[in-house]
């Protein structure tokens, strides 16, 4: 069965300073997509970076970036530069794809509190 | 503006009052879902559809509904509601083809 784990509820980190939240994950099937969404405290849901796994580089996105280490089958997301407004609870997910085409079912994590103090 | 909509945004209601919470989508997305999040546990889908008339359970269907009789329409239905379905819904859909889902703003329910 698929699973993500994150094993950190809550993470603080200063403004300014990149900080890492991490993400494992657990499947035997060779194709799949890890994604990482936002969610502040307004409750939306804001898709932020996607990894393919059969990609060969890291994901890239602005001041985000997952570390993609698939032996480890882990995908950490950096943000770099913390600002305030990255204050938010932050999910990890993964899926397949359905039908040869689109990406199905995510499965999420249980989520990381980030808390970015001034 | 391309978005997916949920109606109602917040509902408070009682055990066994039959309810429907309506999903829309402007993007002509085939594949639309409905998840539910509850503290600790993230977020499960309820239930899938990959274009009219086809719809599939998710993890955590029992006591959901669904139809999708237009492209751009995913409603919820609960036909008795129970307090343990009190959570923060979301419905999401993505197009053919592509990895991102777009999500709807949730809808917040209560069942006392």
């Known amino acids: 069965a698929q699973k993500i784990t994150q094993t950190q509820p809550g993470m603080f980190v200063q403004e300014k300073e990149a900080v890492t939240l991490d993400c494992t994950y657990d499947?035997?099937?060779?194709?799949?997509?890890l994604f990482w969404y936002k969610q502040p405290s307004s409750g939306e849901m804001i898709f932020l970076i996607y990894q393919g796994s059969y990609d060969q580089q890291n994901a890239t996105e602005g001041r985000y970036s997952l570390n993609f280490q698939k032996a480890r089958k882990s995908a950490n997301l950096v943000i770099s530069a913390s600002q305030l407004g990255d204050s938010a609870m932050y999910f990890c997910?993964?899926?397949?794809?359905?039908?040869?085409?689109?990406?199905?079912?995510?499965?999420f994590g249980q989520g990381t509190i980030l808390t970015v103090h001034p | 503006e391309a978005q997916v909509t949920q109606n109602p945004r917040y509902l408070i209601t009682v055990t066994g009052k039959k309810l429907t919470v309506t999903c829309s989508q402007n993007m002509n997305h085939e594949y639309m879902s409905w998840y539910r999040q509850d503290p600790g546990l993230g977020l499960r889908q309820i239930y899938y559809?990959?274009?009219?008339?086809?719809?599939d359970k998710g993890d955590v269907p029992e006591g959901y509904k669904v139809s999708r009789k237009e492209k751009r329409n995913f409603p919820l239905i609960l036909e008795s509601p129970s307090p343990n379905q009190t959570s923060l819904y979301f419905c999401a859909s993505s197009a053919r083809g592509a990895y991102e889902q777009y999500f709807g703003p949730g809808t917040r329910l209560t069942v006392t």
């Open positions: 559809s990959m274009n009219v008339e086809v719809t």
């Open positions: 499947t035997s099937d060779p194709s799949y997509g």
């Open positions: 997910a993964m899926a397949f794809r359905v039908g040869g085409t689109s990406y199905g079912k995510l499965t």
